[in-house]
Nanobody, 125 residues
């Protein structure tokens, strides 16, 4: 059983920066692939970052070069540094985890069984 909890969602200005955190615990019995997902109102939950067991991230094109995912093993926390934020980045952000053999974008929400409750990001102009 993997437990996840996101924090850090807030209102951020267009072009600004924000850092999200995902505290995780549990998980055994195989490699754990973690991911960050974004869901705009009325939209699909889309995977934007996948992070493998070694902490190596891959990024979906819309966030590549602007977002940086890191994993702090000592704190059992996953971070998503969001820079040069755009209006289309607004939405609910979720952290996810599961035992997956492959852990690179593109990733689908249906592949993951463990989810946090989400944290809201709004972008103001």
């Amino acid at each position: 059983q993997v437990r996840l909890r996101e924090t850090g969602g807030d209102s951020v200005q267009n072009g600004g920066s924000l850092r999200l955190s995902c505290a995780f615990s549990g998980g055994s019995g195989g490699p754990v692939c973690m991911g960050w997902f974004r869901q705009a109102p009325g939209g699909k939950r889309e995977g934007i970052v996948a992070i493998d067991i070694e902490g190596r991230p891959t990024y979906e094109d819309s966030v590549k070069g602007r977002f940086t995912a890191t994993k702090d093993y000592a704190k059992n926390t996953l971070y998503l540094q969001m820079d040069r934020v755009k209006p289309e980045d607004a939405g609910m952000y979720y952290c996810a985890a599961d035992h997956l053999s492959g852990c690179r974008v593109p990733v689908e929400s249906t592949w993951y069984n463990y989810w946090g409750q989400g944290t809201q990001v709004t972008v103001s102009s």
